[in-house]
């Protein structure tokens, strides 16, 4: 029964922030490394940002870096996204991910997730 459900989301002005979460249920959450990936519409799925399941190696799309960090707290079984400097170009659906796979390393590519969230819309307004 893994579940995991987003909190945030929503309209920003261009240059704002805004910080989107997951929250995960039936996961031992630590054993699993986590992703958010984002769609917009005529788009293909594509990677932002990814965490290992401990430590602080973390991992982001170039068109994101220095804007968006990821980050993770296990005490609260949840996934955090704290967005910067947003553009109209960031507006998208975002989904949490995770995985739990041993030797598991292509944190870019959605396919390789097995659990997900059902995405919240975030929008950037010019």
């Known amino acids: 029964q893994e579940q995991l459900v987003h909190s945030g989301g929503g309209l920003v002005q261009a240059g704002g922030s805004l910080r989107i979460s997951c929250a995960a249920s039936?996961?031992?959450?630590?054993?699993?490394?986590l992703g958010w990936f984002r769609q917009a519409p005529g788009k293909e799925r594509e990677f932002v940002a990814a965490i290992r399941k401990s430590g602080d190696t973390t991992f982001y799309a170039d068109s994101v870096k220095d804007r968006f960090t990821i980050s993770r707290d296990n005490a609260k079984n949840t996934v955090y996204l704290q967005m910067n400097s947003l553009k109209p170009e960031d507006t998208a659906v975002y989904y949490c991910?995770?995985?739990?796979?041993?030797?598991?390393?292509?944190?870019?590519?959605?396919?390789?997730?097995?659990?997900w969230g059902q995405g919240t819309q975030v929008t950037v307004s010019a």
């Open positions: 991910a995770a995985e739990a796979r041993n030797y598991f390393t292509t944190y870019r590519d959605h396919k390789q997730y097995t659990y």
């Open positions: 039936g996961l031992t959450f630590s054993a699993y490394a």
